[in-house]
């Protein structure tokens, strides 16, 4: 049996538990050393500063809108690639893939062409204060111009897993961020140059990211040719990417609101607050990254068993994710709530306003966290099921439709407190809704199990 045909097999017949680890973990590992690079390079930058640290945080919502562009072309293509595979359909399904990453590199340099000309009056929306914007603005000025490499890698992660190769995303993940981590220091101590070899070394891991992708086509793995004579932009091939990429997008935008939000609100009571709630944005992300890694591994699987008509494989596959996503975000959960102050001050030299700030804040989110993988499942399943407007009210929640209300109203009745405990609110609220949601969505998918049994029988008489 070939490569691809074992990929095929992995997505509509292997055990669901064998299928959800030979998937999922890889891309969660992956992006659970993605995200720890991250850490590391707030550990390495809060040795600077503050306002070095405030500088990443701020510029950090930037980077996630551009790196957004690659979820719009790369998770919409994604969720119909998998249901095409699911139908047999490899021919539109290599169109798609090639449409979706072509797209996503023409338009991802567009928009940093654009943040680079407005990068000034960018960065004091993001809530760069006069102490924070030099250095913010010598760190994008390099990270953001790299992004084009992390839209590319960001469409491939998608597309990739959406195929059945996720060892190949956790490859591409893993080598970026190891490499990342070692450069940090070499950067920004040795080469003496701060904030700026911070980027640096995001940009060289990033390009090395790209070069496995590459290897990857050019080496001929990928059940997809990656040709630009394949692009095709049909109404029926937009209107599959769009249903699902625009809300994915709309999901990362928020995710950069909520945080331009936080920064803002928390700008009016210095640099350390910037600081500290950006430590905790960077701690958190590193759980909620990791649980769409291995969701990522399970929307290929809900898709594929929806496209081919498995109800039965599907609502096993949403029973186990379920499952072992919320024990994990237990298990992180509790590691957050259980030793906050020592985790935030290992991000600054002693600043005992900003530990204070974080480490109240990060008690707080650990908590929350912990409804995190029932609220991305369900959030990730809607999308990979091709409801694209389903997905878009509860993916919208965390960050937006729950989040805006509260950051905006809470900080005024709560002062500072409204501002740390503004994430895990909305967090409960999300949790909440996903149960509304979750009812009818399973009573649909008893329907359309119903009547394919009754039309399969009738085939059979």
């Not at 002693?350 to 369900?378: H, K, Q």
């Amino acid at each position: 049996m070939n490569s691809q045909s074992k990929k095929m097999e992995l997505l509509g017949s292997t055990s669901i538990p064998k299928a959800l680890l030979a998937m999922g973990i890889p891309t969660m590992v992956g992006m659970l050393v993605n995200a720890f690079y991250n850490l590391v390079d707030a550990y390495f930058v809060g040795g600077l500063g503050e306002s070095q640290m405030g500088a990443i945080s701020v510029v950090y919502p930037l980077g996630q809108v551009v790196v957004g562009l690659g979820l719009l072309f790369g998770n919409g293509a994604a969720s119909y690639i998998s249901r095409l595979l699911g139908r047999g359909d490899k021919e539109n399904a290599n169109k798609v893939a090639s449409t979706a990453l072509y797209s996503s590199v023409s338009v991802g340099a567009v928009i940093i062409l654009f943040s680079m000309v407005f990068l000034h009056p960018i960065l004091k929306l993001l809530g760069a204060t006069d102490s924070i914007l030099p250095f913010a603005s010598t760190y994008a000025s390099i990270y953001i111009v790299s992004c084009i490499f992390n839209v590319f890698n960001v469409t491939m992660n998608n597309i990739v897993t959406s195929e059945g190769a996720a060892k190949t995303t956790m490859c591409a993940l893993l080598t970026g961020a190891v490499l990342n981590i070692a450069l940090d220091p070499l950067f920004i101590y040795v080469f003496d140059l701060g904030v700026a070899g911070a980027a640096i070394a995001t940009a060289i891991s990033q390009v090395v990211s790209t070069c496995v992708y590459l290897t990857y086509i050019l080496r001929k793995k990928s059940v997809f040719h990656f040709r630009v004579k394949d692009c095709t932009y049909t109404k029926e091939t937009l209107s599959e990417i769009f249903k699902i990429g625009i809300p994915t997008l709309v999901f990362q935008i928020l995710t950069s609101v909520s945080i331009s939000l936080i920064n803002n609100a928390a700008g009016g009571y210095g640099d350390s607050a910037i600081a500290g709630m950006g430590v905790v944005t960077r701690l958190i992300s590193m759980g909620s990254l990791s649980v769409f890694g291995f969701i990522k591994g399970f929307q290929p699987i809900a898709g594929y068993s929806y496209g081919a008509k498995k109800f039965d494989r599907l609502r096993e596959a949403i029973k186990i994710s379920i499952l072992w996503s919320t024990a994990f975000c237990v298990i992180f959960g509790v590691i957050l709530a259980l030793s906050p102050t020592a985790i935030v001050s290992q991000f600054t030299k002693g600043d005992a306003e900003m530990i204070r700030i974080g480490a109240a804040s990060l008690r707080a989110n650990g908590i929350s966290i912990m409804l995190f993988g029932f609220y991305t499942v369900y959030s990730s399943l809607f999308l990979a099921l091709g409801k694209g407007i389903e997905g878009f009210i509860l993916g919208a929640c965390r960050q937006g439709i729950c989040f805006i209300p509260v950051i905006l109203l809470l900080p005024i009745i709560w002062g500072l407190n409204g501002i740390m405990y503004a994430q895990p609110i909305a967090d409960v609220l999300s949790a909440v809704i996903t149960v509304f949601m979750a009812i009818p969505l399973h009573k649909k998918l008893n329907e359309m199990q119903k009547q394919t049994s009754v039309i399969s029988t009738k085939d059979n008489d």
